[in-house]
């Protein structure tokens, strides 16, 4: 599979925005997926893009897509306590032609009271 | 609402046990897909597979294999657990034609131990 790098460890204080970044390596990814995981559970689809989009916005939630650079983000506005978990970006994979989805090391949000 | 069911939560054997660690998911799913989970390496993918007693290699197979005799049910199997498979696994299902708001679908996980 290809490498799909995030940072580890982001802490914001409640209230403020989160912005967790992730770079990825195959462009022909067609959709793009940030999923959400809540401590002692298993991965929750968050939202997705499709990769002829720069942007889409869901409610508190903003995903940036710079399709040059591979370059993949995730804003959350107005971070709320039960923001904080593990968050992995996602790029579809072919392996032998089927696919699969490979995911990033996974960025910690703790959101500080 | 699809429902992927893990059948241990918790797992602690000895190395050089056989371990068999199941997966049904409850919508049809043609696919389905075993990840590991390892802090700081995120998930990666060990097996899936397309259709029953079909297979295929993720990035990590080593020291693992699979069964897929029913489509709901998919198996991974230690053929003889070592320490360094201890970790938490984590299991998935899609449809044929998955994509955009219907991707994998998660279990809650097993936490494997190997002593």
């Known amino acids: 599979g290809e490498d799909v790098e995030q940072s580890l460890f982001l802490s914001v204080r409640e209230g403020d925005s989160s912005v967790i970044n992730c770079t990825y390596t195959?462009?022909?990814?067609?959709?793009l997926y940030w999923y959400k995981q809540e401590p002692g559970a298993g991965l929750q689809l968050l939202t997705y893009i499709f990769s002829n989009m720069d942007m889409k916005q869901d409610q508190r939630l903003t995903v940036l897509l710079n399709k040059k650079d591979k370059h993949l983000s995730l804003r959350i506005a107005d971070t709320q306590t039960g923001d904080s978990a593990i968050y992995f970006c996602a790029e579809i994979t072919l392996y032998t032609g089927r696919r699969a989805l490979t995911f990033g090391s996974g960025t910690r949000l703790q959101v500080q009271p | 609402d699809v429902k992927v069911t893990q059948s241990s939560r918790y797992l602690v054997k000895r190395t050089g046990e056989k371990v068999f660690l199941e997966c049904v998911q409850d919508?049809?799913?043609?696919?389905m897909f075993w990840y590991r989970q390892d802090p700081g390496l995120g998930l990666r993918l060990i097996y899936f597979?397309?259709?029953?007693?079909?297979?295929e290699k993720g990035d990590i197979p080593e020291g693992y294999s699979v069964s897929r005799e029913k489509k709901e049910r998919f198996s991974l199997i230690l053929e003889s657990a070592s320490t360094n498979q201890t970790s938490m696994y984590l299991c998935?299902?899609?449809?044929?034609?998955?994509?955009?708001?219907?991707?994998?679908?998660f279990g809650n996980g097993t936490r494997l131990t190997v002593t």
């Open positions: 597979s397309y259709d029953v007693k079909m297979k």
């Open positions: 195959d462009s022909s990814s067609t959709y």
């Open positions: 919508m049809d799913h043609e696919n």
């Open positions: 998935a299902s899609s449809p044929t034609t998955w994509g955009g708001n219907s991707p994998l679908h």
